[in-house]
């Protein structure tokens, strides 16, 4: 087993570096390849993250790691029960929506462990491996900022919206906008700590990063969900507040001046992409993202704050959760299934409630409220740019994921919301073997091995 627990460490490294590319990949594959009368939606990309969680699975187990296989174990009989519950009140479901849906979260649940055992088993010092993975962070920022800013150029890619307001934003060959977002706000954070620490004794790096985090602020705008904006303009004023107390407090500058190269640097490109479209006479970059602002000022008015923040998820939330109410006592402990459900609340923790009831909302939140009790004590004894950044990020994607959802569900954003936990206790750290032990786990008694009498 030892050659295989190798095969697939390697293999993990090597995820990291193609993830992006298979998120584009899925967008180009469904506009260009799959039938639109296409009932079952199985992408390669879908495929390939489904054999790569099978291989990590198998790998916890192998490695006889007790805390993810004692986390997954009440995960597994949750999703039974959701299932056992639509079977005993006869419902109408789908076995498969059942089956994706909870794969989906599970598939988050075990990145979430292989982040944490995997980076501590590399063999990368501390800032070898914040270095590491901040350039293949950037990278996944610079792929997915080509991707949107060439379907806006060329008037090629996808709106982000398309309802009675109109057709508006813009998020290039990707199908979930707010997937994107999710991702774009977990890693724009961490694109401005890396710029913030090069230097000019090293150019290429210092404009890869800046590169990076300018492109994302042009990427935000571009895409034109609320959520979006929220976190850039949220993202900005925390750098900026965080700048003006050093500035004051220090006598020094360099976080609001390395700051306002990077909003200088994007709207040169945003200069650049309105000069293409003009060349290409293609939709206007500015219009794009004038009417993402304005539809949204346009909701406000109509039809109020709930719905202009929810985008009507109250509608299915109420739904949902009047069906799950008049279930009964089995349905309030262990869920109505998702398989049972039309529609996708999009409300990621309401959503573990209604459909896998009290025991599945405990079974399977405990390790994210635990993880995010721990993010926040270590944080308020190691207070610097970076870990601001971390948690920056890491907060603005819950509350994301508290109103939006499209995290604990997302292969796409739950992979690097995930990543983010290992990545701020990998700040408050000084040795990375020491890494797994950063995991939040209740019962430590189950994790002690008995000894041989």
């Known amino acids: 087993m030892k050659k295989y627990n190798a095969f697939v460490e390697k293999l993990f490294w090597l995820m990291i570096i193609i993830n992006p590319f298979l998120d584009a990949a899925t967008g180009i594959y469904k506009t260009f390849f799959e039938k639109e009368d296409a009932t079952f939606s199985l992408s390669p990309s879908l495929i390939i993250r489904l054999l790569f969680l099978l291989l990590l699975v198998i790998y916890l187990f192998t490695t006889k790691n007790r805390k993810a296989i004692l986390t997954l174990i009440p995960i597994g009989i949750a999703a039974v029960a959701s299932v056992g519950v639509e079977v005993v009140l006869k419902m109408e479901f789908s076995i498969i929506e059942d089956m994706m849906y909870i794969a989906r979260f599970a598939y988050n649940v075990v990145m979430l462990f292989c982040w944490y055992n995997i980076l501590s088993v590399l063999g990368y010092e501390k800032e070898q491996l914040l270095k590491k ?5 950037c990278w996944t920022l610079i792929i997915i900022g080509v991707n949107v800013i060439f379907g806006q150029i060329t008037g ?6 398309a309802d009675r307001f109109g057709y508006r934003g813009s998020m290039g060959y990707y199908i979930a906008g707010n997937d994107i977002t999710a991702v774009l706000m977990l890693v724009f954070p961490l694109s401005i700590s890396a710029f913030m620490h090069t230097d000019k004794t090293n150019k290429k790096e210092r404009n890869f990063y800046l590169v990076a985090s300018s492109m994302t602020v042009v990427t935000n705008s571009l895409i034109g969900t609320k959520t979006s904006f929220l976190a850039l303009f949220t993202t900005c004023a925390v750098v900026i507040v965080y700048g003006t107390v050093i500035l004051v407090k220090k006598k020094e500058s360099l976080y609001l001046k390395k700051f306002g190269v990077i ?6 490109l945003a200069a650049v992409i309105i000069g293409l ?3 290409l006479s293609k939709a206007s970059f500015m219009e794009t993202i004038s009417q993402s602002l304005r539809s949204t000022g346009i909701i406000l008015r ?4 709930q719905t202009a923040l929810l985008s009507g998820r109250q509608v299915k939330l109420k739904e949902a959760f009047m069906q799950f109410k008049e279930a ?5 402990v262990f869920g109505i299934g998702r398989g049972s459900q039309e529609f996708v609340i999009e409300m990621d923790v309401l959503e573990v409630l209604c459909y896998y009831g009290i025991f599945g909302a405990v079974a399977m939140l405990w390790i994210y409220v635990a993880s995010g009790y721990m993010l926040i004590k270590n944080f308020l004894k190691n ?3 970076d870990t601001v950044m971390a948690v920056t990020a890491i907060v603005l994607c819950t509350g994301y994921m508290l109103i939006a959802g499209h995290i604990l569900f997302s292969v796409t954003s739950g992979y690097y919301y995930t990543m983010m936990f290992a990545y701020a206790d ?3 750290i000084d040795d990375i073997r020491d890494l797994p032990e950063r995991i939040p786990f209740p019962f430590k008694k189950l994790l002690e091995r008995k000894s041989r009498v």
């Open 328 to 332: 009964g006592p089995l349905a309030w």
């Open 277 to 279: 479209e003009f060349a």
């Open 156 to 161: 090629t890619g996808h709106y982000t919206y």
């Open 302 to 305: 109509r039809e109020g704050l």
């Open 263 to 268: 909003i200088l640097s994007s709207l040169i």
């Open 383 to 385: 207070v610097n740019f």
């Open 426 to 428: 990998i700040l408050h």
């Open 133 to 137: 993975l901040n350039k293949l962070l």
